[in-house]
């Protein structure tokens, strides 16, 4: 959700600053802009839609100079425009700005600044009241900028991430961070600063990742980091392994089908780092005693969209296997229920990203009732991360595409690996079925190449079923949080209205509205739960909803009932979601497909939420 890339160097800005941003595109966004320091001073292109507009702009008029700032925005405050495309000048022109995330007092800042300052603004944001701020400011400061953002960001409130240059400054960048991802990249004779490392990683493999409330000051030769006392910070880089390769497509259409055939790799990758010699599970080094297990009373499961549809198994999961009470929650309700956690809750975060703002602020609010904190998070060095007291990351690698699909199966091996793991450390499950389940893990990435195998048999039925208006998932067990899981990638893809529902909940009213057109999803994948799901798809059949089932190989008797049949290996009931859900996110990429959809990039929606 939005994104920010600064350079200074001696190469030309312009190309660096656009290739930066495209790499920042799977964010979410609706317009892009740049700005470079040039020898007519600070001059701005910025157009609504995507980076090739601005692109088009820019080869009539282009830009010469070796520092400046781009942004890719993700309208909050004033529609998507070229006049709200960051970044924003201040009223002399001699100021410009790029900004991540929200001014949450900007309404009175805009009005002092207009009655105290004479500052006419030009746009609806928020952002531009930072830019008039600084110019006066750095007025005030005899041509300090760094002085300047120091002196603007006291008088800020809200969530963001900044990146300023001055037209009579030449060679800097001042950046600031508070709540909003902010990182830089360390070159030779150039550096970077960006909202996220694909940003950068063409040009530089050495990050430092900015903390909250520190300030950035970024020439070509030096970067310097001060905390929020003033005091200079020394901090060691990091070493990014990861290609840019990784973060491209490879051959695939899309980047969510490359995610999605990525899983069996992924998970392997999760599992790998976790199970030692003697076969037993390790949790990175996270300790935590038996004694400690046992005075928590309750686990909070608390995450967003997909994250939290992977916490309903992980609550399925621990009470199994550990028999602790678990609540699972989404984020923002949690942070405003005053929820009873204390020193006897163990909170677990779930955030792909790690820069989900309502997972970060739920995060916050257990923390300060004293819970421990554990997140799940597959953005190395992420917020989430940074303010967990332990991390358990899923080892994914980047996910591009909007809708998550290797992050939940990974999150999925995560919370099956806690579980198992709580579970030995109090006793709660015997050796056999501790190894018994490890090697039901170990097992799934092969299998998953089975359902893999299922691809053009999934797409053959998305060719005709892709006009529907609406679609079922139901399920029982674990199969009612898979079904959850399908039916939101189904509809951020390809936008048809769809809904999950606990299949014995269907007769309670929902059933009211199945007719001959309906798609219902069922998933029957359960054996315990098999005869009573039968049932359920026999109810259905009988209102001549178009059913298409999910049941494991050998199941054969669900045939007569259903109109279509997609098996999945035989495995344990405790790990079918791992596999169930791989025909469904084939299943809505198939119909987003069909449709013609921007798949990577589904409208209003953003990968990672940094906003309420
Ligand atoms: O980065 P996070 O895992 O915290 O993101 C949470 C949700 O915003 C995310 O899972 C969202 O629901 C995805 N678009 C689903 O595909």
């Not at 400054?169 to 360390?186: C, E, Q, W």
């Not at 905390?227 to 969510?256: C, L």
């Not at 020193?343 to 421990?372: N, P, W, Y």
């Not at 579980?419 to 092969?446: C, H, Q």
Request: net charge negative; charged share 25%.
């Amino acid at each position: 959700m939005c994104g920010i890339v600064g350079y200074t160097g001696y190469e030309n800005a312009e190309g660096i600053i656009v290739d930066g941003l495209k790499r920042l595109e799977y964010r979410g966004y609706d317009s892009a802009g740049i700005a470079v320091l040039t020898d007519k001073g600070l001059q701005v292109r910025k157009k609504k839609g995507k980076i090739e507009n601005l692109e088009k702009l820019l080869m009539e008029e282009s830009l010469t100079g070796t520092t400046g700032i781009g942004h890719t925005r993700w309208a909050t405050h004033g529609s998507p425009s070229d006049v709200n495309a960051h970044p924003h000048l201040s009223m002399d022109g001699k100021i410009a700005v790029v900004h991540n995330g929200i001014v949450e007092n900007y309404v009175e800042l805009r009005e002092d600044l207009a009655k105290n300052h004479g500052i006419k603004f030009i746009t609806e944001t928020d952002t531009e009241v930072i830019a008039q701020l600084i110019s006066v400011k750095y007025g005030e400061n005899g041509g300090n900028l760094e002085n300047a953002v120091r002196d603007t960001v006291k008088m800020l409130k809200g969530a963001y991430a900044i990146c300023v240059i001055a037209a009579d400054t030449p060679d800097k960048i001042v950046a600031y961070r508070k709540d909003a991802p902010l990182i830089v990249g360390l070159g030779k004779k150039r550096n970077f600063i960006a909202s996220d490392i694909p940003a950068v990683l063409k040009y530089v493999k050495e990050i430092l990742l900015v903390e909250n409330q520190e300030l950035v000051i970024c020439t070509p030769e030096q970067v310097k980091i001060y905390n929020s006392e003033g005091r200079e910070v020394s901090r060691e880089p990091m070493f990014i392994k990861w290609s840019i390769e990784d973060a491209e497509k490879g051959g695939y259409e899309h980047f969510t089908i490359k995610e999605i055939y990525e899983q069996p790799k992924a998970i392997k990758e999760t599992l790998m780092r976790r199970i030692d010699d003697e076969g037993h599970v390790k949790l990175d080094g996270i300790y935590i005693s038996a004694e400690e297990l046992n005075s928590y009373d309750k686990i909070y499961i608390v995450a967003c969209g997909t994250a939290y549809h992977a916490g309903l198994v992980g609550k399925y999961a621990i009470e199994k296997m550990a028999r602790i009470p678990v609540e699972v929650d989404i984020a923002s309700e949690f942070r405003y229920r005053d929820p009873l956690v204390d020193e006897h809750t163990l909170f677990i975060a779930i955030s792909q990203s790690g820069e989900t703002l309502d997972t970060l602020e739920a995060l916050r609010e257990a923390k300060s009732k004293g819970a421990r904190v554990l997140s799940v998070v597959n953005v190395v060095g992420s917020s989430v991360a940074r303010e967990s007291d332990d991390v358990f990351y899923t080892w994914a690698g980047p996910e591009i595409a909007v809708a998550s699909t290797k992050a939940y199966t990974t999150q999925l091996i995560c919370m099956y690996l806690i579980a198992l793991y709580f579970g030995r450390l109090r006793g709660t499950i015997t050796d056999e079925y501790y190894s018994f389940v490890l090697k039901e893990l170990e097992a799934i990435p092969e299998k998953i190449e089975k359902v893999l195998e299922k691809a053009p048999e999934i797409e053959n039925l998305a060719r005709h079923l892709y006009n529907r208006t609406q679609v079922f998932f139901i399920g029982r067990g674990l199969d009612s949080a898979v079904s959850y899981e399908g039916s939101l990638k189904l509809k951020e893809i390809s936008y048809i209205n769809s809904f999950a529902i606990a299949a014995g909940e269907l007769k309670h009213g929902t059933i009211a509205l199945m007719e001959p057109e309906t798609i219902v999803i069922a998933l029957a994948t359960q054996d315990a739960l098999f005869d009573k799901m039968y049932s359920n798809i026999v109810e259905i059949k009988a209102r001549f909803a178009h059913v298409v089932a999910i049941a494991k190989e050998g199941n054969t008797k669900i045939e007569a009932e259903s109109s279509e049949v997609i098996y999945i290996p035989q495995c344990a009931d405790e790990v079918t979601p791992l596999l169930s859900v791989v025909p469904l996110q084939l299943f809505a990429y198939y119909v987003a497909r069909e449709k013609g959809e921007d798949i990577d990039k589904p409208r209003n929606l953003a990968k990672s939420v940094t906003v309420e």
